[in-house]
Nanobody, 125 residues
Framework: QVQLVESGGGLVQAGESLRLSCAASGDTFRRYVLGWFRQAPGKEREFVAAIGRGGHTYFADSVKGRFTISRDNAKNTVYLQMNSLKPEDTAVYHC???????????????????WGQGTQVTVSS
């Protein structure tokens, strides 16, 4: 099992940047595929980005070119760097992890067994 704790959310203006962090504990971090998802009020949770065990990255079309995802296996932490933020990026952001996921499923929230509590990101116009 792994426990996940996000941090780094906040209130920013459109065009600004934020970096979210997700610290993991409890198991061998490098075994896990890591994802970021977000949920806005009244909307379903949606995929944002994922990073594989070997470091390959994947992004939703809505954030491609603006967000990057990275992992530091020595620090048991995954990051989501968000640049050029837009009001439509406003949501609660959750990190997720799973050790058994196959990469064809990385966009599906049901494929991840472990979730953090989320961190609020609010982008004002």
């Amino acid at each position: 099992q792994v426990q996940l704790v996000e941090s780094g959310g906040g209130l920013v203006q459109a065009g600004e940047s934020l970096r979210l962090s997700c610290a993991a504990s409890g198991d061998t971090f490098r075994r896990y595929v890591l994802g970021w998802f977000r949920q806005a009020p009244g909307k379903e949770r949606e995929f944002v980005a994922a990073i594989g065990r070997g470091g390959h990255t994947y992004f939703a079309d809505s954030v491609k070119g603006r967000f990057t995802i990275s992992r530091d296996n020595a620090k048991n932490t995954v990051y989501l760097q968000m640049n050029s933020l837009k009001p439509e990026d406003t949501a609660v952001y959750h990190c997720a992890a799973d050790s058994r996921i196959i990469m064809s499923s990385y966009r599906q929230d049901s494929a991840y067994d472990y979730w953090g509590q989320g961190t609020q990101v609010t982008v004002s116009s």
